[in-house]
């Protein structure tokens, strides 16, 4: 089992930065994908960033060049930058974690509670 924790989740005025951290326990060592979504109300839960136990780094279109997605493997901690923040910014943010299932292409998903982002106009 993995455990995620979110926190850095809070109210912010338009154009201003927030930093979600996500802090993993667990059974962490065959983890091989951490990465951020959010859903907004009514919407379904949209990837954001994601980032491999080799570095490599995805971004959505809607947030690239102002999210910077980022680890630090010695406190199995995912961090989440969020610059230049918009109004339709506002949503619960969750941290994911994925593991392979040995002997097959599946993968086990985990989440985090999520943290509520809000950005004022």
């Known amino acids: 089992q993995v455990q995620l924790v979110e926190s850095g989740g809070g109210l912010v005025q338009a154009g201003g930065s927030l930093r979600l951290s996500c802090a993993a326990s667990?059974?962490?060592?065959?983890?091989?994908?951490m990465g951020w979504y959010r859903q907004a109300p009514g919407k379904q839960r949209d990837l954001l960033a994601r980032i491999t136990s080799g570095g490599n780094i995805n971004y959505a279109d809607s947030v690239k060049g102002r999210f910077t997605i980022s680890r630090d493997n010695a406190k199995n901690t995912v961090y989440l930058q969020m610059n230049s923040l918009k109004p339709e910014d506002t949503a619960v943010y969750y941290c994911?974690?994925?593991?392979?299932?040995?002997?097959?292409?599946?993968?086990?998903?985990?989440w985090g509670q999520g943290t509520q982002v809000t950005v004022s106009s």
């Open positions: 667990g059974s962490i060592f065959s983890i091989n994908t």
């Open positions: 994911n974690a994925k593991r392979p299932i040995p002997g097959s292409n599946a993968v086990h998903d985990y």
